[in-house]
């Protein structure tokens, strides 16, 4: 289960587990919206349930609907294992399938929402996650990091919480070609906060021409980012190409990728970049010092840095041979740490252990 069908980081990893779950196990996959998590699963045979009323806005009559709408489900369906995964889903299952009676109910945490959001929004996550915690049979978190802030938070419980990392297909990702005489920097997101491409926008701005940018994704926050690229005067040297299904076609198209967040878990876009053999620069937020070496695989900045960030992307623009170099070093480290194998083994070994604690029959390998 998660909140949104959508285009995301959390999406691909459920999108990534899905073939070693659908051989093993019998897979309903439910969120709200539509979007590729609902493609993916499809040809997998995954039932997809399209959710109503969880929707990412808290709102508390509708949250209360949508409390409804999965205790109503997992009394229907009965299943042996709820995997709840981002915030809105992660507090709302968690307590309906305890109400339902799922017996084992795992919690994926893509990045705390307590941290992510500032004021009442934070607020209330922080104490919805601490209320559920009880209720969870096994925390995943996605790096060491979020699991430090957890365990600080009293959110997550350290004797039932493990770490499995985000992880990609490094095999399978293009590489980068670096053939192209102006380099190119790419970017990958959802036109919103906790993004910040305003700052990646003011960046570019002030680079000497020479370069293009592109900004993959959609958002609340395009209108701002149109109006920010006009008055900068840079319109032909950053495009916003909206919500695209080639991202490892453009990846291999470019020179270096960069994230401009302010807040983020361990994100995937990270790792497809670090896999297509491409520098990154990024800001020093959450678990990306856990993906980027500084120095090593990229350059890591402080968040909300323009000047840092044009400085960082400059260095790179003019060097060819350090693109090549940290690029090829960030997929030697995608290869060795963040490859899908490991990841898809370590999830059945954690489903099987927690069926097997249970009492309750366990997949043949």
């Known amino acids: 289960m998660i909140t949104l069908a959508e285009v995301g980081g959390a999406q691909s990893y459920v999108a990534s587990l899905l073939p070693a779950l659908t051989s093993r196990f019998d897979v309903l996959v439910a969120a709200h919206g539509m979007g590729p998590l609902r493609e993916a699963a499809a040809p997998l045979g995954a039932p997809f349930i399209p959710l109503e009323h969880v929707r990412r806005r808290i709102n508390p009559w509708r949250d209360l609907a949508g409390l409804v709408e999965l205790v109503r489900l997992f009394r229907r369906e009965r299943p042996d294992i709820l995997h709840a995964n981002s915030s809105k889903a992660g507090v709302l299952g968690r307590l309906a399938a305890r109400v339902a009676g799922v017996p084992i109910r795992i919690f994926t945490v893509h990045g705390w929402a307590f941290s992510a959001y500032s004021g009442l929004k934070g607020r209330l996550y922080f104490w919805g996650d601490r209320m559920v915690a009880p209720l969870t049979t096994v925390t995943i978190c996605v790096s060491e990091g979020e699991r430090s802030a957890g365990i600080a938070a009293g959110t997550c419980d350290p004797e039932r919480t493990v770490v499995i990392p985000n992880a990609v297909d490094v095999s399978a990702a293009p590489r980068a070609r670096h ?123 402080p968040p909300g840095d323009a000047s840092a960030l044009a400085a960082a992307l400059s260095s790179l623009v003019a060097d060819p041979a350090e693109r090549r170099r940290l690029g090829e070093a960030g997929r030697a480290r995608a290869e060795e740490r963040f490859d899908l194998e490991p990841f898809r083994r370590a999830h059945v070994e954690l489903y099987s252990r927690e069926l097997a604690r249970c009492g309750l029959p366990v997949p043949a390998p």
């Open 179 to 301: 053939e192209r005489r102006e380099p190119r920097i790419v970017a990958v997101g959802r036109l919103k906060a906790p993004k910040d491409f305003l700052t990646l926008v003011r960046a570019v701005g002030a680079l000497p021409e020479g370069s293009e940018t592109l900004i993959v994704g959609e958002g609340p926050d395009r209108p701002w980012l149109e109006q920010e690229i006009r008055s900068l005067g840079i319109q032909e040297r950053v495009r916003l190409v909206g919500e695209r299904h080639d991202v490892p076609g453009l990846l291999a198209d470019a020179d270096i990728f960069v994230l401009s967040s302010v807040s983020e878990g361990l994100p995937v876009s990270v790792l497809e970049a670090m896999a297509a053999g491409l520098p990154v620069v990024a800001s020093r937020v959450g678990s990306v010092p856990e993906l980027v070496v500084h120095g090593e695989t990229g350059i890591l900045v």
